[in-house]
């Protein structure tokens, strides 16, 4: 693999994460510096070892892995999604939001990232260093995921108290164009 397709391919891999991480930004007030950089590592570092996970996945049959990842990321983004309009119409406490903040950042993280599965399901099957891909998926992720997490404060301001609900229409959208990818549905 060239460093040109592995950037291209870092890239592509990095933009899920990045319209996720606008509707994360949005959500928060003031997000400073190091929190969109936490956001990023949290997304960077998910991103960085589901080709892993795919890559082992791929060596015992790269075809059961191509045949459920889609149902698994619509599903988690739908749910994602859903979780995410129904807290924008309830408005929730802002503490109780809090506390669900880290878990529901690693599931959309890992909803965002089982496309990557696949990718380092089908790298088993080709002459491509699996860790050179995974570490540029996850730096490409980190650094996209960190500055939409910026980009979503500053998209915020105009959206006021609609951005949760337009991140969880994002997230579902997301998760129907992976579904529109993989399948003959759409």
């Given at each position: 693999?060239?460093?040109?397709?592995?950037?291209?391919?870092?890239?592509?891999?990095?933009?899920?994460?990045?319209?996720?991480?606008?509707?994360?930004?949005?959500?928060?007030?003031?997000?400073?510096?190091?929190?969109?950089?936490?956001?990023?590592?949290?997304?960077?570092?998910?991103?960085?070892?589901?080709?892993?996970?795919?890559?082992?996945?791929?060596?015992?049959?790269?075809?059961y892995?191509?045949?459920?990842?889609?149902?698994?990321?619509f599903?988690?983004?739908?749910?994602?999604?859903?979780?995410?309009?129904?807290?924008?119409?309830?408005?929730?406490?802002?503490?109780?939001?809090?506390?669900?903040?880290?878990?529901?950042?690693?599931?959309?993280?890992?909803?965002?990232?089982?496309?990557?599965?696949?990718?380092?399901?089908?790298?088993?099957?080709?002459?491509?260093?699996?860790?050179?891909?995974?570490?540029?998926?996850?730096?490409?992720?980190?650094?996209?995921?960190?500055?939409?997490?910026?980009?979503?404060?500053?998209?915020?301001?105009?959206?006021?108290?609609?951005?949760?609900?337009?991140?969880?229409?994002?997230?579902?959208?997301?998760?129907?164009?992976?579904?529109?990818?993989?399948?003959?549905?759409?």
């Amino acid at each position: 693999m060239t460093p040109i397709t592995l950037l291209f391919l870092a890239v592509s891999m990095s933009a899920d994460a990045f319209a996720a991480s606008i509707s994360k930004g949005a959500e928060l007030q003031k997000p400073r510096f190091r929190h969109a950089i936490g956001i990023g590592l949290v997304f960077g570092v998910i991103e960085a070892i589901t080709p892993l996970l795919g890559w082992a996945a791929g060596m015992v049959s790269q075809q059961y892995v191509q045949a459920w990842d889609h149902w698994v990321a619509f599903t988690l983004l739908s749910v994602i999604g859903l979780h995410m309009i129904y807290t924008g119409l309830k408005k929730e406490h802002k503490i109780e939001h809090r506390k669900q903040t880290l878990w529901l950042l690693i599931l959309t993280a890992t909803a965002t990232s089982l496309d990557a599965m696949a990718v380092g399901a089908s790298l088993a099957f080709i002459d491509a260093s699996i860790i050179a891909t995974s570490l540029a998926i996850g730096l490409a992720t980190t650094v996209m995921a960190s500055i939409g997490t910026l980009l979503g404060h500053k998209l915020g301001k105009f959206v006021g108290h609609w951005a949760e609900l337009i991140g969880g229409v994002v997230l579902i959208g997301i998760g129907l164009a992976v579904l529109a990818e993989h399948t003959a549905f759409f």
